[in-house]
């Protein structure tokens, strides 16, 4: 076709779409919408149902999840990863991550993090299973940032609700790291809780910081590697999970996304015995 030719209707642009997956609103009992992603295997269901990897944020972070796990499992002999079923949560509205909503649903408040776990189990994976069988021993919850604060916040008040958890560069300095209160109750407890992958980027804590005296500041209170990290060794002491630490070189708090997702879905997705080798 020359430049000066315009294009046909045949030719007209349309927008991309991931086979095999499905969006749809949710009004939960207590009155907050949601946008639900879910995106399910070509293979049939095993008797128990589909595995699935939950994703807070999901905006942000379901087609690069979809796409991670779907390249995964089309090579099941080297990756091990199953067949699996993908749920974005997300918030109407068209920003990668709604602030506001975000603060309401996933931070350990009253009236926050518990009712919106509660809302996940009990209404939006009820609701997802329209698409796809799920099997409830093993179901991973994964976020980033605030939601990796809230896959912690899950494990440690609610053990066993969810197979595995994967927490990526986690938000442990909020509230005064609040979190560390709730972690020590969930350590002095017994009984095996399942599997944690806690990750982040190099750079998070001493990247560049563009000659910004208050960035260089909220950093050094973050602590973000080394409340990570230790938190991480505490857990793996402690017998009560399976926990595993990823640091990426190099990777800074928004790019280290698609390479927490990539890692997640072979944590969460892999046959039985590879999970936790593969996440090492």
Do not use: K
Request: hydrophobic share 50%; with cysteine; charged share 20%.
């Amino acid at each position: 076709m020359s430049p000066d030719e315009a294009p046909s209707a045949a030719a007209a642009p349309a927008p991309f779409t991931l086979e095999r997956t499905a969006v749809f609103g949710l009004v939960a009992g207590d009155g907050s919408a949601y946008r639900i992603a879910v995106a399910w295997p070509e293979a049939p269901p095993p008797a128990a149902g589909y595995p699935a990897l939950v994703l807070v944020d999901g905006q942000a972070l379901f087609a690069t999840a979809v796409s991670a796990a779907r390249l995964q499992a089309a090579r099941a002999e080297v990756t091990g990863v199953a067949p699996a079923v993908i749920v974005g949560i997300g918030y109407p509205g068209a920003a990668l991550f709604d602030a506001e909503r975000r603060q309401r649903d996933l931070l350990p408040v009253e009236g926050g993090a518990d009712r919106f776990l509660a809302s996940i189990v009990q209404e939006i994976l009820p609701a997802v299973e329209r698409f796809a069988p799920l099997d409830p021993a093993r179901r991973t919850l994964a976020g980033h940032s605030y939601g990796g604060l809230f896959a912690l916040h899950a494990l440690f008040t609610r053990p066993g609700l969810f197979a595995a958890h994967v927490a990526g560069s986690p938000s442990i300095w909020w509230g005064e790291r609040a979190i560390l209160a709730t972690e020590e109750r969930f350590r002095a407890a017994s009984g095996f809780a399942g599997r944690l992958l806690i990750t982040l980027g190099e750079a998070e804590q001493d990247g560049p910081d563009g000659g910004d005296p208050r960035r260089r500041e909220r950093r050094a209170m973050a602590r973000m590697r080394d409340n990570a990290a230790e938190m991480a060794a505490r857990l793996a002491a402690s017998g009560r999970v399976d926990c595993s630490f990823v640091e990426w070189p190099g990777e800074n708090h928004a790019s280290v996304i698609p390479a927490m997702l990539s890692r997640a879905v072979g944590f969460a997705l892999a046959a039985p015995g590879l999970a936790g080798r593969r996440a090492a």
